[in-house]
């Protein structure tokens, strides 16, 4: 990255970056979290230290990553009386997350890049527990396979858990963003649904149905067979619509694989 991009970068980042300042919904929303003095947490984007200093209060430490050089100088002063803070000047997508123990990640991100923060996190060999983001609600409804499954949606699904907890109102923010905002949470199984092999053969298998379709001329299973499996498993057949749930997929990709085995 040259330097005049990697400044028009900086630059971009900072000046999509939301601010809350209202203390009583920060505290709000940090409360929606189950975050204790036993947690160690990750914020991406410093900012104003508003968010930050409320995380400091609940977790035992705080690791916060902040690109732009103002802000992190400034709100270093601002919060060096907090001994459980390491503030960090850097670019989160640059940042190496923790390779080994426990940790959770709050953050009011930066909405345009918001994609590739998701999938840092949540395609790393150590994941996080949990994982608090506010950002843009359509972003957070595509990831929820809202209104209906895309490929990474379902691919998330395999290790994780979504639910928006709470929706904000725009003038929430300084400055007003011109999008609508909530709070998502990603909550890691305990057991993913799919091993690592079988999350490979699965990302294929819905590949070829999303282009081809789950069944007919050339879908990898048969209309009777996608009718049986379902009824096996006690879940309806397939919209007409072709919002076909998580549930199904993967009722329809064991199905699939038991088939190929035999």
Avoid at 172 to 201: C, G, Q, T
């Amino acid at each position: 990255m040259s330097k005049n991009t990697k400044h028009d970068y900086v630059t971009k980042v900072s000046y999509s970056q939301n601010f809350i300042t209202d203390r009583k919904l920060i505290n709000r929303i940090v409360h929606l979290s189950n975050i204790d003095k036993n947690d160690t947490v990750l914020e991406i984007g410093t900012g104003k230290g508003h968010l930050t200093e409320a995380l400091c209060r609940e977790g035992r430490f705080v690791y916060s990553v902040e690109i732009d050089r103002r802000l992190y100088e400034s709100t270093r002063e601002k919060l060096s009386r907090y001994s459980n803070l390491n503030l960090i000047h850097g670019d989160f997508l640059n940042y190496s997350l923790p390779k080994k123990g426990d940790y959770k990640v709050y953050a009011n991100i930066p909405y345009f890049i918001t994609t590739q923060i998701v999938e840092k996190l949540t395609q790393v060999s150590n994941l996080p527990a949990d994982i608090w983001l506010v950002m843009e609600k359509g972003a957070a409804k595509r990831f929820m396979g809202l209104p209906r499954e895309t490929e990474k949606s379902l691919m998330l699904k395999v290790c994780w858990d979504m639910e928006i907890l709470y929706r904000f109102r725009r003038e929430d923010f300084h400055p007003m963003p011109s999008v609508d905002s909530v709070l998502i949470h990603f909550s890691r199984k305990a057991v993913p649904d799919l091993n690592k092999k079988e999350r490979y053969a699965f990302k294929r298998f819905v590949e070829h149905c999303m282009k081809y379709g789950i069944c007919g001329k050339c879908g990898l299973l048969t209309k009777r067979q996608v009718s049986a499996a379902l009824k096996r498993a006690g879940l309806p057949d397939l919209p007409e619509n072709g919002a076909t749930l998580y549930i199904q997929w993967l009722c329809l990709f064991r199905w699939y694989q038991g088939y190929n085995i035999r």
